[in-house]
Nanobody, 124 residues
Framework: QVRLLESGGGLVQVGDSLRLSCLFSGPRTFSSYGVGWFRRPPGKEREYVGH????????ECSDSVKGRFTISRDNVKNTVYLQMNSLNLEDTAVYYC????????????????WGRGTHVTVSS
């Protein structure tokens, strides 16, 4: 069974940086999976943050984080990273990674495997 485990969340201040990790485990080959990042701000619906394809050549981020967040992957370590810079109060959320075999997208329904999330709190 494929599993995802997010880590790296925490409490930071406005303007700080944080790097989240998404560790893939299971019997399938990680390099065959595209990975997306989503987040759920307090009291709001879960929203798309960005994604990276199975081979890492097409990372994309939503307009709300573009220029501040970047996504990368290390297929040797079975890990996808979400580097978050210049954090602001609106970035406070639970961050989730999700995986799809041989595909990616900007909608939750594209993904079949989800992690449990990691909390990011940005304070002033």
């Amino acid at each position: 069974q494929v599993r995802l485990l997010e880590s790296g969340g925490g409490l930071v201040q406005v303007g700080d940086s944080l790097r989240l990790s998404c560790l893939f485990s299971g019997p399938r080959t990680f390099s065959s999976y595209g990975v997306g990042w989503f987040r759920r701000p307090p009291g709001k619906e879960r929203e798309y943050v960005g994604h990276i394809s199975w081979n890492g050549d097409r990372p994309e981020c939503s307009d709300s984080v573009k220029g501040r967040f970047t996504i990368s992957r290390d297929n040797v370590k079975n890990t996808v990273y979400l580097q978050m810079n210049s954090l602001n109060l609106e970035d406070t959320a639970v961050y989730y990674c999700a995986a799809r075999f041989m595909g990616v997208g900007n909608r939750e329904v594209f993904y079949s495997v989800w992690g449990r999330g990691t909390h990011v709190t940005v304070s002033s």
